[in-house]
């Protein structure tokens, strides 16, 4: 953003927050203006930044968010941590000019954070300080500024100054988010320190993992259990052009990055947790995973094995089975296909079953996350032995993979999405993530040709 437009959107702030325009929300004033922008927001964001940040695409609503900056936080840790969260959303008044949180927490509440994202807190949301939002492709951007309330003119000018450092950093042309290398604006950050990673597992001790599960599956002590691995990478691009990779080649898909405390948490996540839109809820089952083809016959080839195979049926079938069970505490007039459908990716396809049911009275987005996380795609059957045998046996703290990122409003609408596809960042290294679901008849060989596959969006991005 041109210096000039950042003063300009400045100055419209302040003048919206000094008149009747603005609304006050408990000690903060909430002031929203628009203004015509033609850069993607996404190439205002790089590594190295000093002020929370968050970038949303959602590729349902076609709404992009970039939100800066920290107006009022909310973090938990332990098993209640969401529902603390929740309670404090819930109690806070409902401004006239929305406010939406964004965040996400942990797949394990009990096991503390560690490695790349070592000291983050399990649950993590913020409304940002500023936030711009697109809708589809449209010129013009809202800005929502989130300030404290009684400043000055000069005051507010003074809050929103790291803000403008960050925007008015940006290219007037918005290209040198896609140079190939990381950019002057993407030091390293000496003082941001980082726990053990944990195991990196290789093809052999991945084997042993992978057997060592099946034999328990076998004896019948599990009927599914979710196994993970990590990869370390060395960033070769910039966060614009990582950014710009995701949403060009997995664009169902819901990219999200979020950073705090000098790390970034990055997700290009093909599984919603859990959507709710003026009491309407939407959850998807995902799970069973095949290679997209070269040519169309042999992708359809693919496909009618993945449909017929017994093990990913099988495994389907109960994530289903789990989700719909788990789901009539909050749900009513729940629609359940009979037959999984295939959702295709850029690289792979995978067994794919919409849930969708009304929300009962009074309960909220959190509500439903909590009774779904984690799903048996991310977690096994049944969950506590499977959890179990994670933490005895995976052998490396999974933090915020496979756990829930995304946003909801105050009145409880917004999405949570599954974070898979994902990487934590604390550059120029990076933690990449990827998992598969083991059942009696897995094959160690093939479920590490199947983590190598979730890798690829990921690696292809980081360059």
Same mark, same amino acid.
């Given at each position: 953003?041109?210096?000039?437009?950042?003063?300009?959107?400045?100055?419209?702030?302040a003048h919206t927050y000094a008149d009747d325009a603005a609304v006050v929300w408990e000690d903060k004033r909430i002031v929203r203006v628009k203004i015509p922008l033609e850069i993607p927001l996404h190439t205002f964001v790089r590594w190295q930044i000093a002020v929370p940040a968050v970038f949303s695409s959602d590729p349902k609503t076609h709404r992009t968010a970039l939100g800066l900056g920290a107006a009022t936080q909310l973090t938990g840790n332990g098993p209640d941590a969401l529902g603390d969260i929740q309670m404090a959303i819930r109690a806070k008044n409902v401004p006239s000019i929305p406010v939406t949180w964004f965040g996400g927490f942990v797949f394990d509440s009990t096991q503390p954070v560690d490695g790349t994202l070592s000291g983050w807190p399990h649950a993590l949301w913020f409304v940002p300080t500023v936030t711009l939002e697109r809708q589809g492709s449209e010129q013009m951007v809202t800005v929502t500024a989130v300030l404290p309330n009684g400043l000055s003119i000069a005051e507010v000018n003074e809050a929103l100054q790291p803000i403008g450092e960050v925007l008015s950093g940006a290219a007037d042309d918005g290209k040198t988010a896609f140079h190939s290398g990381a950019g002057t604006n993407d030091q390293v950050s000496p003082e941001v320190k980082h726990?053990?990673?944990?195991?990196?597992? *290789?093809?052999?001790?991945?084997? @042993? #993992?992978?057997?060592?599960?099946v034999?328990?599956?076998?004896?019948?002590?599990?009927?599914?259990?979710?196994?993970?691995?990590?990869?370390?990478?060395?960033?070769?691009?910039?966060?614009?052009?990582?950014?710009?990779?995701?949403?060009?080649?997995?664009?169902?898909?819901?990219?999200?990055?979020l950073a705090w405390d000098g790390r970034w948490f990055i997700a290009a996540s093909p599984e919603q947790l859990v959507r709710v839109e003026d009491g309407l809820m939407a959850v998807d089952c995902l799970a069973g995973t095949m290679a997209r083809g070269d040519t169309p016959e042999? *992708?359809?080839?693919?496909?009618? @094995? #993945?449909?017929?195979?017994d093990k990913n049926r099988e495994e389907h079938a109960a994530v289903v089975r789990v989700v719909t069970d788990r789901l009539r505490l909050v749900a009513e007039e729940m629609a359940v296909p009979d037959v999984p459908v295939l959702k295709k990716l850029a690289n792979v396809q995978h067994l794919y079953t919409p849930v969708r049911a009304k929300l009962r009275e009074g309960k909220h987005l959190f509500d439903a996350a909590s009774l779904l996380h984690p799903t048996p795609a991310v977690g096994g059957v049944p969950l506590e032995r499977a959890l179990a045998f994670i933490r005895a046996h995976e052998g490396w703290p999974r933090g915020y993979y496979a756990g829930a990122i995304g946003y909801v409003d105050a009145g409880g609408n917004g999405l949570l999405s599954v974070a898979l596809r994902s990487a934590a960042v604390a550059y120029p290294q990076a933690v990449l993530y990827a998992g598969c679901g083991i059942v009696a008849a897995s094959n160690p060989a093939d479920e590490w040709q199947e983590t190598e596959m979730k890798l690829t969006p990921m690696r292809l991005a980081l360059g």
């Open positions: 953003m041109k210096r000039m437009a950042w003063e300009d959107m400045v100055g419209k702030l726990g053990s990673v944990g195991t990196v597992h *290789d093809a052999r001790s991945w084997e @042993a #993992l992978i057997r060592k599960a034999g328990e599956l076998q004896r019948g002590e599990m009927a599914k259990v979710v196994l993970a691995r990590q990869t370390p990478v060395t960033i070769g691009v910039s966060l614009s052009e990582a950014l710009a990779r995701l949403l060009e080649t997995y664009a169902t898909s819901h990219v999200f990055a042999t *992708d359809q080839a693919l496909a009618d @094995a #993945l449909l017929n195979s």
